[in-house]
């Protein structure tokens, strides 16, 4: 049975045609290089787009589709695991860690604000789309900051808590709600996996995209910054995982996966994929400079 639920609507495009990385979190670097027209197009879930600016600007709630009503028996979860949480269903995957700005205007969102507000300031966000549906895990929005626009219309910042799993819907009117187990990342089954030195590895490949990104778009070079800022692999996996927006089937995999090794080592191929393509980019600029250089042909 299909219920009313929100999507995301961006209050504006960014052009793109080939991978990038949204750093906005830890990083202020603009990477929007243009690349020449002959450049191959990459694999579809390699488009990880940059949106620093848009970050800034609101979003709007607006939607339709259906969540599927599963008892998962095998859940390792205990019952004292399990609560109860209001859903918003969005064509976005949020991460553990990053922000997400949000408009709220129908009239069913509205109260559920106005019950949030009132209590635990949380919900779960979770991922849909018209051809994979609903998703079972999501992760916890927490509201951080939030504005009463007119017509009692909310502008919220939420920040990504906990990742949970839909185990049950028990209600969708108004609003709605399911009952939810709590994730975390289990240790990995190999012994010798060395999770540190993967994540150190997907950062030089984060750097070296950033450099050529750069490169391609003719901006000066510069060292790339410390992008990891001590923190541990697995809220790093979470971090790179938020960077790769275009591609939401491909995060929402990475936020379902339990181990953090198995993560990081999922964002290294796909930075791995994305530098080559990169670099291939770049073969093709040194090769036709006048087709990315307007001023070449003077």
């Known amino acids: 049975m299909a219920f009313p639920i929100p999507q995301l ?6 052009p793109y045609n080939f991978p990038l990385l949204n750093l906005t ?3 202020p670097l603009s990477l929007n290089p243009k690349i020449p027209s002959s450049t191959p ?8 787009l940059h949106h620093s600016r848009r970050r800034k600007a609101t979003s709007h709630l607006r939607c339709s589709a259906s969540i599927p009503e599963k008892n998962h028996s095998t859940s390792p979860n205990s019952e004292d695991d399990v609560t109860e949480l ?5 064509p976005l995957v949020l991460f553990p860690g990053a922000i997400l700005p949000l408009q709220i205007f129908e009239f069913r969102y509205r109260v ?21 549906g609903t998703a079972e895990v999501g992760c916890v929005g927490e509201i951080i900051k939030h504005e009463r626009l007119v017509d009692d219309r909310f502008f919220l910042i939420c920040k990504g808590q906990e990742r949970f799993r839909v185990t049950k819907v028990v209600r969708k009117k108004p609003y709605l709600v399911a009952r939810v187990a709590w994730l975390e990342d289990r240790p990995s089954p190999s012994a010798d996996v060395d999770v540190d030195g993967l994540a150190n590895e997907v950062e030089t ?3 070296d995209v950033i450099r050529l990104s750069n490169r391609l ?22 971090f790179v995982g938020s960077t790769f927006e275009g591609a939401p089937r491909e995060q929402q995999a990475l936020l379902e996966l339990e181990d953090t090794a198995a993560r990081l080592a999922r964002e ?11 670099s291939a980019a770049s073969a093709v600029k040194d090769v036709f400079p006048s087709s990315s250089s307007p001023s070449s042909s003077s």
């Not at 290294?268 to 990169?278: A, F």
């Open 112 to 132: 559920m604000m106005q019950t949030l507000l009132h209590t635990d300031l949380r919900f779960g966000v979770i991922y849909t789309d018209p051809v994979s």
């Open 86 to 90: 209001p859903l918003f269903p969005l």
């Open 41 to 48: 197009t990459p694999p579809p879930y390699l488009n990880v």
């Open 205 to 207: 490949y984060m750097k």
């Open 9 to 14: 609507i961006p209050s504006s495009t960014t």
């Open 268 to 278: 290294k191929e796909t930075l791995k994929n994305t530098l080559n393509y990169l």
């Open 217 to 238: 778009g003719g901006k000066a070079e510069k060292e790339v910054g410390d992008l990891r800022r001590n923190l541990f692999p697995t809220p790093f996996s979470f």
């Open 25 to 27: 979190p830890l990083s």
